[in-house]
T-cell receptor
Framework: GAVVSQHPSRVICKSGTSVKIECRSL??????MFWYRQFPKQSLMLMAT?????????EQGVEKDKFLINHASLTLSTLTVTSAHPEDSSFYIC????????????FGSGTRLTVV | QKEVEQDPGPLSVPEGAIVSLNCTYS??????FMWYRQYSRKGPELLMY????GNKEDGRFTAQVDKSSKYISLFIRDSQPSDSATYLC???????????????FGTGTRLTIIP
């Protein structure tokens, strides 16, 4: 089945630094990947849609200059949290869909970001 | 009003009981409905999806959609402690062969099966 690998699973960084999170589709090509943010005991909030070879589409209220998305290839999308602040601490999850008859998006295992 | 509403629980039931999880949605244009299971500190995994109204069964799990009332249900029979997780319902407008259709999630219901 479709596998999406997300790395790192956990990261702690200092305020003001930048953190890069990688999302890879291991056994399929994904022209589109999605980035979500999840707060404790809350649902997944879509942050942006990552499109291979073009600019990402951000949801309303998401700062595109703060959350940089690069979809450099058909198997890799990255989310960079720039100038991180403690309020950016959250669980970030990516997903991709194989685009076959097996409908349903596959999610990465998530990245727990803690900004201190 | 959120497009997909879900009771966050928590819900605790004894092992072997039938579990009923429910969502309501407001966007009548939604066509596809999914249930995801999420274990603590992990990404969600797809349990089932259905198209339009109707039932779908997979082992101990049954998904039900009633578009007339905009109601989505997931039933778990013979519940096991390993079913303890957060269950998220999700909806989308259409199916995309290119995988670029957005999903709208409910809040998730935290379920605990008591041995």
């Amino acid at each position: 089945g479709a596998v999406v690998s997300q790395h790192p699973s956990r990261v702690i960084c200092k305020s003001g630094t930048s953190v890069k999170i990688e999302c890879r589709s291991l056994d399929f090509q994904a022209t589109t990947m999605f980035w979500y943010r999840q707060f404790p005991k809350q649902s997944l909030m879509l942050m942006a849609t990552s499109n291979e070879g073009s600019k990402a589409t951000y949801e309303q209220g998401v700062e595109k200059d703060k959350f940089l998305i690069n979809h450099a290839s058909l198997t890799l999308s990255t989310l960079t949290v720039t100038s991180a602040h403690p309020e950016d601490s959250s669980f970030y999850i990516c997903s991709a869909e194989q685009g076959s008859s097996n409908y349903g998006y596959t999610f990465g295992s998530g990245t727990r970001l803690t900004v201190v | 009003q959120k497009e997909v509403e879900q009771d966050p629980g928590p819900l605790s039931v004894p092992e072997g009981a039938i579990v009923s999880l429910n969502c309501t949605y407001s966007n009548s244009a939604f066509q596809y409905f999914m249930w995801y299971r999420q274990y603590s500190r992990k990404g969600p995994e797809l349990l089932m999806y259905t198209y339009s109204s109707g039932n779908k069964e997979d082992g101990r799990f049954t998904a039900q959609v009633d578009k007339s009332s905009k109601y989505i249900s997931l039933f778990i029979r013979d519940s096991q402690p390993s079913d303890s997780a957060t269950y998220l319902c999700a909806s989308s407008l259409a199916f995309s062969n290119f995988g670029n259709e957005k999903l709208t999630f409910g809040t998730g219901t935290r379920l605990t099966i008591i041995p």
